[in-house]
Protein backbone atom coordinates (compact mmCIF):
# COMPACT_ATOMS: atom_id res chain seq x y z
CA UNK A 1 0.00 0.00 0.00
CA UNK A 2 1.19 3.52 -0.54
CA UNK A 3 2.77 4.69 2.35
CA UNK A 4 2.74 8.57 2.25
CA UNK A 5 -0.76 9.09 0.52
CA UNK A 6 -1.60 12.84 0.56
CA UNK A 7 2.37 13.27 -1.03
CA UNK A 8 1.56 10.59 -3.58
CA UNK A 9 -1.66 12.21 -4.64
CA UNK A 10 0.09 15.53 -5.04
CA UNK A 11 3.15 14.05 -7.42
CA UNK A 12 0.50 12.41 -9.40
CA UNK A 13 -1.18 15.59 -9.86
CA UNK A 14 1.72 18.06 -10.54
CA UNK A 15 2.85 14.87 -13.53
CA UNK A 16 -0.91 15.35 -14.95
CA UNK A 17 -0.46 19.25 -15.08
CA UNK A 18 3.23 18.74 -16.37
CA UNK A 19 2.07 16.65 -19.19
CA UNK A 20 -1.13 18.63 -20.03
CA UNK A 21 0.88 22.18 -20.40
CA UNK A 22 3.82 20.65 -21.88
CA UNK A 23 1.55 19.14 -24.90
CA UNK A 24 -0.56 22.32 -25.05
CA UNK A 25 -3.62 20.62 -24.28
CA UNK A 26 -6.92 22.02 -23.69
CA UNK A 27 -8.08 19.20 -20.86
CA UNK A 28 -8.11 15.64 -20.74
CA UNK A 29 -10.60 13.37 -21.80
CA UNK A 30 -11.78 10.02 -19.85
CA UNK A 31 -13.69 6.73 -20.58
CA UNK A 32 -16.43 6.43 -17.76
CA UNK A 33 -16.97 3.06 -16.78
CA UNK A 34 -18.38 3.54 -13.67
CA UNK A 35 -15.90 1.23 -12.03
CA UNK A 36 -13.29 2.27 -9.59
CA UNK A 37 -9.85 2.54 -12.10
CA UNK A 38 -11.70 5.30 -14.00
CA UNK A 39 -13.80 6.52 -11.25
CA UNK A 40 -9.82 7.31 -9.76
CA UNK A 41 -8.81 8.55 -12.57
CA UNK A 42 -11.45 11.38 -13.16
CA UNK A 43 -10.76 12.25 -9.25
CA UNK A 44 -7.31 13.17 -9.64
CA UNK A 45 -7.58 15.11 -13.19
CA UNK A 46 -10.50 16.94 -11.81
CA UNK A 47 -8.05 17.85 -8.91
CA UNK A 48 -5.38 18.65 -10.84
CA UNK A 49 -6.56 20.31 -13.43
CA UNK A 50 -9.87 21.67 -12.29
CA UNK A 51 -13.71 20.30 -13.41
CA UNK A 52 -13.37 22.70 -16.67
CA UNK A 53 -10.91 20.82 -18.49
CA UNK A 54 -11.95 17.26 -17.85
CA UNK A 55 -14.92 15.71 -20.08
CA UNK A 56 -15.96 12.21 -19.15
CA UNK A 57 -17.64 9.76 -21.69
CA UNK A 58 -19.97 6.83 -21.09
CA UNK A 59 -19.80 4.30 -23.95
CA UNK A 60 -22.17 1.59 -23.68
CA UNK A 61 -22.51 -1.11 -26.11
CA UNK A 62 -24.81 -4.01 -24.84
CA UNK A 63 -23.98 -2.67 -21.26
CA UNK A 64 -26.09 -3.04 -18.02
CA UNK A 65 -28.05 -0.19 -17.38
CA UNK A 66 -26.58 -0.09 -13.63
CA UNK A 67 -22.93 0.60 -14.92
CA UNK A 68 -24.46 4.09 -16.73
CA UNK A 69 -26.26 4.62 -13.74
CA UNK A 70 -22.96 4.16 -11.57
CA UNK A 71 -20.90 6.32 -13.97
CA UNK A 72 -23.06 9.02 -13.86
CA UNK A 73 -22.54 8.88 -10.08
CA UNK A 74 -19.24 9.21 -10.77
CA UNK A 75 -19.37 12.66 -12.95
CA UNK A 76 -22.05 14.11 -10.66
CA UNK A 77 -20.07 13.45 -7.92
CA UNK A 78 -17.11 15.11 -9.23
CA UNK A 79 -19.00 17.80 -10.82
CA UNK A 80 -17.53 16.67 -13.84
CA UNK A 81 -19.74 16.56 -17.47
CA UNK A 82 -20.81 13.26 -18.72
CA UNK A 83 -21.28 12.36 -22.64
CA UNK A 84 -23.69 9.41 -23.51
CA UNK A 85 -21.87 8.02 -26.89
CA UNK A 86 -24.09 4.87 -27.01
CA UNK A 87 -22.26 1.90 -29.64
CA UNK A 88 -24.31 -0.51 -29.25
CA UNK A 89 -25.77 0.32 -32.99
CA UNK A 90 -22.66 1.13 -34.33
CA UNK A 91 -20.58 -2.48 -33.00
CA UNK A 92 -24.18 -4.65 -34.07
CA UNK A 93 -23.22 -2.56 -37.86
CA UNK A 94 -19.49 -3.81 -38.08
CA UNK A 95 -19.74 -7.08 -36.48
CA UNK A 96 -22.64 -7.86 -39.31
CA UNK A 97 -20.18 -6.43 -41.90
CA UNK A 98 -17.18 -8.21 -41.06
CA UNK A 99 -19.05 -11.71 -40.22
CA UNK A 100 -20.47 -11.60 -43.87
CA UNK A 101 -16.77 -10.41 -45.00
CA UNK A 102 -15.02 -13.76 -43.32
CA UNK A 103 -17.94 -16.07 -43.82
CA UNK A 104 -19.04 -16.21 -40.32
CA UNK A 105 -15.43 -17.42 -38.65
CA UNK A 106 -15.42 -14.63 -36.03
CA UNK A 107 -15.00 -16.09 -32.37
CA UNK A 108 -16.31 -14.70 -28.85
CA UNK A 109 -13.08 -13.48 -27.81
CA UNK A 110 -12.97 -11.14 -31.56
CA UNK A 111 -15.98 -9.81 -30.44
CA UNK A 112 -15.20 -8.90 -26.87
CA UNK A 113 -12.32 -7.12 -28.29
CA UNK A 114 -14.21 -4.79 -30.93
CA UNK A 115 -15.64 -2.80 -28.14
CA UNK A 116 -13.06 -1.39 -26.11
CA UNK A 117 -11.09 -0.46 -29.81
CA UNK A 118 -14.88 1.35 -30.43
CA UNK A 119 -14.40 2.77 -27.60
CA UNK A 120 -10.55 4.01 -27.68
CA UNK A 121 -11.87 5.48 -31.39
CA UNK A 122 -14.52 7.44 -29.54
CA UNK A 123 -12.30 8.82 -27.19
CA UNK A 124 -9.68 9.90 -30.13
CA UNK A 125 -12.14 11.25 -32.22
CA UNK A 126 -13.61 13.48 -29.08
CA UNK A 127 -10.17 14.04 -27.59
CA UNK A 128 -9.04 15.88 -31.31
CA UNK A 129 -11.84 17.37 -31.72
CA UNK A 130 -11.51 19.38 -28.65
CA UNK A 131 -7.53 19.82 -28.59
CA UNK A 132 -7.67 17.20 -25.39
CA UNK A 133 -5.53 14.51 -24.63
CA UNK A 134 -7.11 10.97 -23.67
CA UNK A 135 -6.47 9.72 -19.77
CA UNK A 136 -5.52 6.25 -19.44
CA UNK A 137 -7.23 3.98 -16.51
CA UNK A 138 -5.18 0.76 -16.31
CA UNK A 139 -4.05 -0.46 -12.51
CA UNK A 140 -1.05 -2.44 -12.65
CA UNK A 141 -2.33 -5.84 -12.34
CA UNK A 142 -4.08 -5.57 -14.85
CA UNK A 143 -1.18 -4.91 -17.15
CA UNK A 144 0.95 -7.58 -15.63
CA UNK A 145 -1.71 -10.19 -16.65
CA UNK A 146 -2.67 -8.71 -19.90
CA UNK A 147 -5.96 -8.56 -19.01
CA UNK A 148 -6.33 -5.43 -21.50
CA UNK A 149 -7.41 -5.36 -25.11
CA UNK A 150 -4.31 -4.21 -27.27
CA UNK A 151 -5.36 -0.67 -29.22
CA UNK A 152 -8.69 -0.67 -27.18
CA UNK A 153 -8.39 0.40 -23.18
CA UNK A 154 -5.11 -0.14 -23.21
CA UNK A 155 -4.33 3.00 -25.42
CA UNK A 156 -4.21 6.06 -24.44
CA UNK A 157 -2.35 9.57 -24.59
CA UNK A 158 -0.82 9.02 -20.59
CA UNK A 159 -1.61 7.06 -17.76
CA UNK A 160 -1.61 8.29 -14.16
CA UNK A 161 -2.10 5.23 -12.27
CA UNK A 162 -0.50 2.34 -14.54
CA UNK A 163 2.61 1.92 -12.08
CA UNK A 164 -0.28 1.46 -9.21
CA UNK A 165 -2.11 -2.04 -8.27
CA UNK A 166 -5.60 -2.21 -7.75
CA UNK A 167 -5.69 -2.28 -3.81
CA UNK A 168 -3.68 1.69 -4.70
CA UNK A 169 -6.07 2.66 -6.80
CA UNK A 170 -8.93 2.01 -4.19
CA UNK A 171 -6.43 4.05 -1.72
CA UNK A 172 -6.37 6.98 -3.99
CA UNK A 173 -9.65 7.23 -4.85
CA UNK A 174 -10.78 6.34 -1.06
CA UNK A 175 -8.48 9.49 -0.05
CA UNK A 176 -10.47 11.73 -3.32
CA UNK A 177 -13.54 10.83 -2.05
CA UNK A 178 -14.86 8.04 -4.65
CA UNK A 179 -18.09 6.71 -3.97
CA UNK A 180 -18.67 3.47 -1.71
CA UNK A 181 -20.71 2.24 -4.16
CA UNK A 182 -17.70 2.16 -6.66
CA UNK A 183 -15.19 1.60 -4.18
CA UNK A 184 -16.91 -1.41 -3.47
CA UNK A 185 -17.99 -2.61 -6.39
CA UNK A 186 -16.89 -5.82 -7.60
CA UNK A 187 -13.74 -5.42 -10.62
CA UNK A 188 -16.29 -5.79 -13.65
CA UNK A 189 -14.90 -4.77 -17.74
CA UNK A 190 -18.83 -4.85 -18.23
CA UNK A 191 -17.78 -7.28 -21.54
CA UNK A 192 -18.47 -10.85 -20.74
CA UNK A 193 -20.71 -11.13 -17.60
CA UNK A 194 -18.50 -12.02 -15.38
CA UNK A 195 -16.27 -10.45 -12.99
CA UNK A 196 -12.28 -9.77 -13.48
CA UNK A 197 -11.78 -12.29 -11.37
CA UNK A 198 -13.76 -14.92 -12.43
CA UNK A 199 -12.34 -14.57 -15.84
CA UNK A 200 -8.43 -14.54 -14.80
CA UNK A 201 -8.78 -17.55 -12.10
CA UNK A 202 -6.49 -15.73 -9.47
CA UNK A 203 -7.53 -12.62 -7.52
CA UNK A 204 -6.14 -8.85 -7.39
CA UNK A 205 -4.51 -9.48 -4.53
CA UNK A 206 -2.42 -12.45 -5.32
CA UNK A 207 -1.56 -10.53 -8.52
CA UNK A 208 -0.53 -7.62 -6.55
CA UNK A 209 1.48 -9.87 -4.13
CA UNK A 210 3.30 -11.02 -7.12
CA UNK A 211 3.90 -8.10 -8.58
CA UNK A 212 5.63 -6.62 -4.66
CA UNK A 213 7.68 -9.89 -3.79
CA UNK A 214 7.34 -12.08 -6.50
CA UNK A 215 5.47 -14.86 -4.86
CA UNK A 216 1.76 -16.11 -3.95
CA UNK A 217 -0.17 -19.11 -3.38
CA UNK A 218 1.45 -21.58 -6.10
CA UNK A 219 -1.23 -22.19 -8.12
CA UNK A 220 -1.91 -18.70 -8.41
CA UNK A 221 1.44 -18.06 -9.12
CA UNK A 222 1.75 -20.53 -12.24
CA UNK A 223 -1.99 -18.72 -13.57
CA UNK A 224 -0.21 -15.32 -13.62
CA UNK A 225 3.28 -16.18 -14.93
CA UNK A 226 1.63 -18.19 -17.59
CA UNK A 227 -0.16 -15.12 -18.39
CA UNK A 228 2.15 -12.79 -18.09
CA UNK A 229 5.03 -14.42 -20.27
CA UNK A 230 2.18 -14.71 -23.34
CA UNK A 231 0.82 -10.76 -22.83
CA UNK A 232 4.35 -9.54 -23.05
CA UNK A 233 3.87 -8.04 -26.54
CA UNK A 234 1.05 -6.04 -25.35
CA UNK A 235 3.68 -3.76 -22.53
CA UNK A 236 6.41 -3.63 -25.22
CA UNK A 237 6.86 -1.39 -28.12
CA UNK A 238 5.71 -2.87 -31.34
CA UNK A 239 8.57 -4.83 -32.99
CA UNK A 240 9.84 -3.03 -36.19
CA UNK A 241 12.64 -4.42 -38.90
CA UNK A 242 15.67 -2.55 -38.40
CA UNK A 243 17.41 -2.06 -41.63
CA UNK A 244 21.21 -3.46 -41.98
Known amino acids: MIKDINKEVEEIKKWIIKYVKQTN ?11 KDSATV ?19 CNSIKTDIEDAKLVADTFKVPMLEVNLTKTYS ?18 KINTKPR ?7 YIAQC ?36 V ?18 KAPNDGLGGLTDEEKLGVT ?12 TDSKAMKIIQKKEKLSEHKRQPIPTYKRK
Not at 43 to 50: I, K, M, R, S, V
Not at 167 to 181: A, C, H, N, S, W
Not at 204 to 215: D, L, R, S, V
Request: aromatic share 8%; hydrophobic share 35%.
Open 167 to 184: DEVLQIGKYLGVPDKIIN
Open 204 to 215: YKQIAQYIQTGK
Open 25 to 35: ANGVVIGNSGG
Open 93 to 110: ALESEIEHAINGRSNNEA
Open 130 to 165: MNYLVLGTGNKCEATVGYTTKWGDNACDFNPIGEFT
Open 42 to 60: IALATNALGKEKVLTVAMP
Open 118 to 124: LRMTTLY
